[in-house]
């Protein structure tokens, strides 16, 4: 049987903690941030845990990781 193969795009994007959880980077904070306040600016550098409901998907495409 071959090995299972990590998908190299999810990890790159998606870090496990340490309580299993997935942890990944919210979109929309590098460019054009003129227009953009300074509330919501400051949202998007905090780091977000992945829904429940995506766990599934998650799991299956960073098997070792």
């Not at 309580?19 to 509330?39: P, Q």
Request: hydrophobic letters at 30%.
């Amino acid at each position: 049987m071959p090995k299972i193969r990590t998908n190299r795009a999810a990890a790159k994007r998606f870090k496990k903690t340490g309580s299993g959880k997935y942890v990944y980077a919210k979109s929309f904070g590098s460019h054009i941030l003129t227009k953009k306040s300074r509330k919501r600016k400051r949202s998007l550098r905090q780091s977000r845990i992945i829904d429940g409901t995506n766990m599934r998907e998650i799991r299956q495409l960073l098997p070792n990781g």
